[in-house]
Nanobody, 124 residues
Framework: QVQLVESGGGLVQAGGSLRLSCAASGRTFSRYTMGWFRRAPGKEREFVAG????????YYSDSVKGRFTISRDNAKITVYLQMNSLKTEDTAVYYC?????????????????WGQGTQVTVSS
């Protein structure tokens, strides 16, 4: 059974930074694509960022490109999301997810395991 546990969320002022972490169990973490998604109040869950298993290929939604950085430490079985220059519209519950493939996709249904989510609130 794979378990993903996010941490690092909280309340931050606009323009500030947060780093989210997603700790995974399972020995096959390094062979899977990892993604970050978010769900803002009243909206559907959306793709934020994804990383290939090696970390060599990363993808971002247009709304966070240039501000967020996804990275992973396969030795620590952890994936991170560094969020800089936060905006009020970044307020959401953030989820990490695993995809059993080497190819990053923005399609939510392609990810098979999900964390419980961590709340990020950006105040003006």
């Amino acid at each position: 059974q794979v378990q993903l546990v996010e941490s690092g969320g909280g309340l931050v002022q606009a323009g500030g930074s947060l780093r989210l972490s997603c700790a995974a169990s399972g020995r096959t973490f390094s062979r899977y694509t990892m993604g970050w998604f978010r769900r803002a109040p009243g909206k559907e869950r959306e793709f934020v960022a994804g990383s290939s298993w090696s970390g060599g290929r990363t993808y971002y939604s247009d709304s966070v490109k240039g501000r967020f950085t996804i990275s992973r430490d396969n030795a620590k079985i952890t994936v991170y999301l560094q969020m800089n220059s936060l905006k009020t519209e970044d307020t959401a519950v953030y989820y990490c997810a695993r995809r059993p493939s080497a190819v990053v996709t923005t399609v939510e249904e392609a990810y098979d395991y999900w964390g419980q989510g961590t709340q990020v609130t950006v105040s003006s």
